[in-house]
Nanobody
Framework: EVQLVESGGGLVQPGGSLRLSCAAS????????MGWVRQAPGKGREWVSG????????SYADSVKGRFTISRDNAKNSLYLQMNSLQPEDTAVYYC???????????????????WGRGTQVTVSS
């Protein structure tokens, strides 16, 4: 059974930082591209960042580029998102997601990530 469990969300002031983690199980983590997708209240799902299976290639939405860093540790079956200089616009539920096809670099389309975690809430407010 594929399982993705996010953690690390919470309340932070503007300009602050958080690190999200995703614990993966039930599949060969090291051959799948992964990503982070978020959904703000009343809005659709927005792709945030992606990483290929080996961790050598990363990509980011323009809205978070330069502030967020995605990484993975295949030995620990874990995915991470370091978020710095957080803004109120970053407030959303953040989801860890598995790309739909193995041995692929992933994409910036949230519809191509076939498995999602339950999400973790990030709130940026003073």
């Amino acid at each position: 059974e594929v399982q993705l469990v996010e953690s690390g969300g919470g309340l932070v002031q503007p300009g602050g930082s958080l690190r999200l983690s995703c614990a993966a199980s039930g599949f060969t983590f090291s051959i799948w591209a992964m990503g982070w997708v978020r959904q703000a209240p009343g809005k659709g799902r927005e792709w945030v960042s992606g990483i290929n299976s080996g961790g050598s290639s990363t990509s980011y939405a323009d809205s978070v580029k330069g502030r967020f860093t995605i990484s993975r540790d295949n030995a620990k079956n874990s995915l991470y998102l370091q978020m710095n200089s957080l803004q109120p616009e970053d407030t959303a539920v953040y989801y860890c997601a598995k790309y739909f096809r193995a041995y692929d670099s992933g994409s910036n389309d949230p519809r191509e990530y076939g498995t999602w975690g339950r999400g973790t809430q990030v709130t940026v407010s003073s």
